[in-house]
């Protein structure tokens, strides 16, 4: 395992933070829910800029629009541009799923023509696998494509959860489009144009304010042949490579809350005297301080991996159980040490107290996107401890023979 930076990452990292430096927007207090249009014309603009210094995309070729940069260069980006408020969240899922699925799966003409417009954040793209009955088991989706004379096809069903689809132009969406055959090998995969007629977007408002997901329902949407991505049948394999890419995306260094909750500790007041001193919070600090830590080494085993031309494996999984958990129970912990002033935003604790409270109403979401908590600890496991497969009563049957409700 390696901790340190070569000296040609180390190159790049003061490079880039030299170059964020001047054109990054420095963090500033919570400023509460903001206007959510406002919000993305400012992530477009930001995003514009980091296209046109070449900072874009760092692993893409540079003919659809990347930077042709190695994995790791994409980590050190990662990690120098959270120190920033920058919010370049509405292009993840593009640039993180979508593009890959593209980079393996479309012609050549439409590479060139789709990925550099997603590169620059032109067009923002989302992804339509969840539905309201296939959210962790997504190969029991049952929105249905239908082709008509071997040329376009007609899609008609519905989706939920789809992160930035009220911003999208493009979406890749996985379609029923066998139901004779079992579930995976059933489905199929598409890319969608989401500003056409028959694509009907309706955001989804969340306990703190925001609207990050939505509903979004097809009636007759139509798709050109030449939009399939794969094979018909194929959407499973597919699908895979969208989300072994999203592993990927979420593999970097997720905020846990640890740093937070350390200068929380060192700096707050309590009823009894100075937080540190109590020997609650000193408990609960050794205890976070070793998961953080294990999570660090953890996170540069991988890297580590990352940099000799390896693939994350299951520490991505490890680091979303472990990492998303204990933001929710710190955000929880420390509102409960604050006391009934935690409902408010006390003078003492203003900008540190506005972090918790947003941590405490959207860390339930992030225990779910990309894989619940359950769902992962299957995954360790199935996959790194090599226990048995939990049972599953469906395998090899026809999908409209699965005895959970209608097949159409
Ligand atoms: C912030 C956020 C963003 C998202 N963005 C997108 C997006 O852009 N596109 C998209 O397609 N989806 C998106 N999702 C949906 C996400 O992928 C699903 O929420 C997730 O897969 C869980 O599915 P579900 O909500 O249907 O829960 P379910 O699958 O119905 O699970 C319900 C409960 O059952 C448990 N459970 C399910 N199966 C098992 C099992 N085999 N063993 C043990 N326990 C199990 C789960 O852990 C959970 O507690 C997003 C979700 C969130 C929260």
Known sequence: MDFNDTAEQAAFRAEIREWLSVNATARQPNQGVQDLGSVFRRAKEWYKKVYDAGYACHTWPKEYGGGGRSQIE??????????????DGYFV??????????????????KRRLLPRMASAEDVWCQLFSEPGAGSDVAGLRTRAVQADDSDWRINGQKIWTSGAQFSQ???????????VSKYRGLTMFYIDMEQAGVEVRPIVQMDGGQHFNEVYF??????????????????????????????????????????FLQFCLSAELADGPA?????VRDRLADWYCKDAGLRNANSRMLTAISQGGIPGAEASLGKLVGAAMNQEIANFVLQEIGPEAAVCDEQFAAMQANF???????????????????MRNIIAEQVLGLPQEP?????????????????
Do not use: H
Request: net charge negative; aromatic share 6%.
């Open 392 to 408: 599953r009563a469906d395998k090899g049957i026809p999908f409209c023979d699965i005895p959970t409700g209608s097949s159409s």
């Open 276 to 280: 540190i001193d109590d020997p609650v």
């Open 357 to 375: 409270q947003k941590a405490i109403l959207f860390s339930p979401g992030i225990r779910l996107a990309g894989g619940t908590d359950e769902v």
């Open 219 to 260: 009636n007759d949407a139509v798709v050109p042949d030449s939009w399939r991505l794969g094979e018909v049948g194929g959407g499973w394999s597919a699908a895979l490579t969208v989300l072994m890419n999203e592993r990927m995306a979420i593999s970097g260094v997720q905020p846990n809350g640890f740093s937070e």
């Open 93 to 110: 899922i593009g640039q993180g799923n979508c593009g890959p699925a593209l980079m393996a799966l479309a012609t050549e003409e439409e």
């Open 74 to 87: 994409a980590v050190i980006w990662s990690q120098e541009v959270a120190n920033y408020a920058e919010p």
């Open 170 to 180: 493009y979406g890749v969406i996985l379609c029923r489009t066998d139901p004779d």
